[in-house]
């Protein structure tokens, strides 16, 4: 057997057409969407997700502002700042991005930001909407990876469905967003880190997600034949050769990296029906799902 791949690209260009045309009548209306997001401090992977971020706000037609704050910017004054943000009509969403400095507790400044302008989907109050299955806007990377096993045409009901990670932004949506029909839903079970025998869970699965940032932790040998498997982790990790030894970048002196996944690829494809691949598969949902949300949240505030 050898997997069909999900397309998340294709997914993306289609869910990206589909916005342009309610964006649209927005600007019909002389009204201008713009996403705001907060950097607090430099950090290298939060610039590449801003500079995605920035792009995909710009091909869409909404306006996209990064507002920087110097890293000793404590946990009062960047509250202040939500508040601000929260207050000011021009704001149509805004996204706190991560990590932030050492003495800032993230769930409090999330608790902070309007629920109407939570385009992460993180708020308490956004987060129960998405427990009584009434969500606006729900976390980014879990509404991707459940449209991108949607692209499957799998039937869900009674499917057995084993989630490996419990993150508040991937796991635990993933698992409610799966609860959402009273009678058309599966059966989700939630693996984590103090999972005691994982394999145990994934060999009787239907559809696997996992997205917990280990490269090669479910191996092909851990999955049920004709398993649908949607892999959300996104790892970078070094180039071997056939002797497994890094092969080194010439110009560089540096070894040569790729992008993988937390499934061992090679070894699944050959045992599920359908896989999404890294790269290609649920990354370019992420940014997708935020424009999404961005154009709800406007709704929520029109």
């Given at each position: 057997m050898s997997a069909i791949l999900l397309d998340g690209e294709?997914?993306?260009?289609?869910?990206?057409d589909g916005l342009k045309a309610e964006i649209g009548e927005f600007k019909a209306k002389g009204k201008s969407l713009t996403l705001v997001a907060i950097q607090v401090g430099e950090n290298p992977a939060s610039r590449v997700y801003v500079n995605q971020q920035k792009k995909a706000c710009e091909e869409m037609g909404l306006v996209y502002e990064l507002k920087e704050l110097p890293a000793?910017?404590?946990?009062?004054?960047?509250?202040?700042?939500?508040e601000n943000l929260n207050d000011d009509a021009k704001v149509t969403g805004i996204i706190l991005q991560m990590p932030l400095p050492q003495g800032i507790?993230?769930?409090?400044?999330?608790?902070?930001?309007?629920?109407?302008k939570d385009v992460e989907g993180?708020?308490?109050?956004n987060m129960g909407l998405l427990v009584y299955g009434?969500?606006?806007?729900?976390p980014c990377t879990a509404m991707g990876a459940v449209e991108l096993l949607k692209t499957s045409g799998v039937e869900l009901k009674g499917r057995e469905v084993v989630v490996v990670g419990h993150s508040e932004i991937v796991g635990k949506p993933i698992a409610l967003l799966m609860l959402q029909s009273l009678m058309e839903s599966?059966?989700?079970?939630?693996?984590?880190?103090?999972?005691?025998?994982?394999s145990f869970h994934t060999?009787?699965?239907?559809i696997v997600f996992v997205g917990v940032g280990k490269p090669g932790l479910i191996k092909g040998s851990m999955l049920k034949p004709g398993a649908i498997v949607i892999d959300i982790g996104i790892n970078r990790v070094p180039v071997l050769n056939e002797k497994g030894e890094k092969v080194i970048d010439e110009k560089t002196g540096k070894p040569k990296m790729k992008t993988v996944g937390d499934v061992e690829f090679?070894?699944?494809?050959?045992v599920c029906s359908y896989i999404s691949p890294v790269p290609g598969g649920v990354g370019p949902l992420t940014v997708t799902m935020l424009i999404k949300n961005t154009v709800e949240c406007a709704k929520w505030q029109d």
């Open positions: 294709g997914l993306a260009k289609k869910i990206k000793e910017t404590g946990e009062a004054e960047l509250l202040k700042f939500v507790n993230p769930r409090n400044i999330q608790t902070k930001i309007a629920p109407e993180l708020n308490p109050y009434k969500q606006k806007v729900a599966p059966t989700p079970t939630v693996c984590h880190i103090a999972t005691k025998d994982l060999r009787r699965a239907d090679e070894k699944a494809v050959e």
